[in-house]
């Protein structure tokens, strides 16, 4: 078993593998019960957004860290992968912009990427 660090971690390794951009890892575990981190990429299309997504879960499941659930649309600009104790963001520029998880948890500390 992975610790909520560990599988954040592998989260930013598959997503550096597929070349997204703007990663941020956000410790959010004194903030919300949501998850203790959340960490958040860009992507340049839907069709890199279908490749991330695919890569992270791939990635995670292969340590023996399958996502508890998916939401979100490629067509529509984001997706969300929900391993518990981490949430993967997934955005094309827009929706990161319109969303503005940085600015939500602006209270979160941001870690340096592995």
């Given amino acids: 078993m992975m610790t ?3 599988v954040a971690q592998a989260v930013c390794r598959a997503m550096e593998s597929k070349n997204a951009k703007e990663i941020k890892l956000l410790k959010t575990e004194e903030l ?3 998850a203790n ?3 958040i990429c860009t992507a340049g299309s839907t ?3 279908k490749t991330l997504s695919d890569e992270v879960e791939r990635a995670l499941e ?3 860290e399958p996502p508890l659930r998916r939401e979100g649309h490629r ?3 984001w997706v969300l992968i929900d391993f518990g104790c981490v949430v993967a963001h997934i955005f094309l520029p827009e929706a990161r912009a319109f969303y503005g998880l940085e600015r939500l948890w602006s209270d ?3 870690l340096d990427l592995p």
């Fill in 32 to 34: 919300t019960v949501l």
């Fill in 62 to 64: 292969e340590v023996g």
């Fill in 37 to 39: 981190y959340f960490v």
């Fill in 75 to 77: 067509d529509g600009g």
């Fill in 47 to 49: 069709t890199q957004i």
């Fill in 4 to 6: 909520p660090l560990e």
């Fill in 108 to 110: 979160a500390e941001e």
